[in-house]
């Protein structure tokens, strides 16, 4: 009886040994007041699972631990999901030497991986690899490019990238171009994502030349002196969720004149900018691409009272662009010729404003409405027209209305009226209103007479944005005009 319950003791003590090397990942000595030849075999026992088991702990834990700056000594990539990281290339976390050849090798890499098939023609499918920054902070002198054009699924994340003092001013940080391409496009679905961008007041950030659903997602660009973000031919590039500017800076700054360069510069069709925060720059968005769409967007990178501009549509009769629920916060939009532009559902602030400016006369298919403006009560105008090179002569299908206006002057495009009179003739001045000078393309009146007379009426005189009704006889009565600057002809 004695001997079972020295026997069971020691299993229970040898049990309670592995309970704790589970939990805590390491050899713990075993102490027992038991000794006898079958304890001693089973403590040698238990002293070889645990160090078996500590072997895989100690793996476990350096392969977990953060390491602090020391170059490994060959690239490490894991076997299952295709992550490089770049700390193994020999990057410099810490932003103290040159990471970028180190990162280029890691790209090399990355594209000269295993494939998954492709995607459009001509581009490699890569599979969705990853290069990974591992949250550091690395100096770069040149542009990181991938070898060759040709492949896609790549993401490039978590960390931050800052030009060297002698990085090229005419470059970016991350440059998607080539020099050729068996596609029709160099990349396809490269996505870049919690990343800052310091340019070091030297050239961009990024560059994005002739590739197709490229994603720009939760990054931070600051320091730019050319462009922020420089999308070229190409199509369907979606910038999300980020914040640019040339200075950091959370308004008021007194610096404000001096902003130069262009947050976002987009030269292709298709793209969209979407919840996207723009604080300092002389201009937020330049557009010269087709068929383009903002939504979220808030502007305030240089007051148009300082030269600068929210959102320039630069693309003269073939604009096919949206402006929705966005915020023009002291700065304002120009629009060249536009031709099928849609602005609604934005805020303007502090006098901010919208110009229709004239290249060649034309304004068609043209929506600004359900909008807010706030301004100063300084006379400023909603909406203004620039003329300087020339008038508008081809306008249709513009409408300017429902918009709520505080401290500014309204514009529009439809307009109604009344007035009362006794008389043979009524005359409803709508200049101060009207968007386009000397154009009324329709007219509704309704004529409300007193008395007991049956007066002949009609419309006599449009001109000058003024509309004159008149009578056969005096009576006194009331007119309601409506007007309309923008119905088909």
Request: glycine content about 10%.
């Amino acid at each position: 009886m004695a001997r079972k319950t020295l026997g069971l003791l020691s299993l229970m003590t040898g049990l309670a040994s592995l309970i704790i090397v589970h939990a805590y990942g390491e050899s713990v000595p075993v102490t027992t007041p038991f000794s006898s030849g079958r304890g001693d075999h089973f403590h040698e026992k238990l002293r070889q699972m645990q160090e078996f088991k500590a072997s895989f702990s100690r793996r476990d834990l350096a392969s977990a631990a953060t390491p602090g700056y020391a170059p490994a000594p060959s690239p490490q990539v894991t076997s299952g999901p295709r992550v490089y990281g770049v700390i193994s290339y020999g990057a410099d976390p810490t932003g103290k030497s040159d990471s970028t050849e180190a990162i280029l090798k890691a790209l090399s890499d990355a594209f000269n991986g295993p494939r998954e098939g492709s995607l459009i023609e001509g581009i490699a499918n890569l599979g969705g690899a990853e290069i990974h920054l591992e949250g550091g902070n690395y100096l770069i002198s040149k542009p990181l490019r991938l070898p060759d054009a040709g492949v896609g699924n790549l993401v490039i994340h978590g960390g931050t990238l800052r030009a060297s003092d002698d990085f090229p001013t005419d470059g970016y940080l991350i440059d998607l171009s080539a020099s050729k391409s068996s596609s029709s496009y160099n990349y396809e679905y490269i996505t870049l994502k919690d990343l800052m961008f310091d340019s070091n007041n030297r050239g961009g950030a990024v560059s994005v030349i002739n590739s197709l659903r490229t994603s720009i997602d939760n990054c931070y660009i600051a320091h730019f002196t050319s462009n922020g973000i420089l999308v070229q031919s190409g199509h369907e590039t979606y910038i999300r969720n980020s914040f640019l500017g040339q200075h950091i800076t959370a308004g008021g700054d007194p610096g404000e004149r001096n902003f130069t360069g262009t947050a976002i510069n987009l030269m292709g069709n298709d793209n969209a900018v979407t919840d996207v925060v723009i604080f300092s720059a002389a201009v937020g968005i330049m557009v010269s691409g087709q068929a383009n769409t903002f939504s979220g967007v808030h502007c305030y990178n240089k007051a148009t009272g300082f030269g600068g501009t929210g959102i320039y549509l630069k693309l003269p009769g073939n604009t096919q662009t949206r402006i929705v629920n966005s915020y023009m916060d002291y700065t304002g939009i120009v629009a060249e010729d536009p031709v099928q532009l849609h602005i609604s559902s934005s805020f303007f602030l502090g006098d901010a404003f919208i110009v229709l400016k004239s290249i060649n006369g034309v304004a068609k298919g043209v929506n600004i409405v359900d909008n807010l403006f706030s301004g100063k009560n300084n006379g400023v105008e909603i909406v203004k027209l620039d003329q300087s090179n020339g008038a508008f002569k081809q306008i249709d299908q513009v409408f300017v209305d429902r918009n709520t206006v505080q401290g500014m002057n309204t514009r529009a495009t439809v307009a109604r009226a009344s007035m009362q009179g006794n008389g043979t003739s009524w005359t409803v001045d709508f200049s101060s209103i009207l968007l386009f000078p000397n154009l009324i393309k329709h007219v509704q009146y309704s004529f409300s007479a007193s008395g007991s007379s049956f007066p002949n009426h009609a419309l006599r005189n449009v001109s000058e944005n003024r509309v004159v009704i008149e009578s056969d006889v005096a009576v006194p009565a009331s007119v309601f005009v409506t007007v309309d600057q923008g119905v088909t002809s």
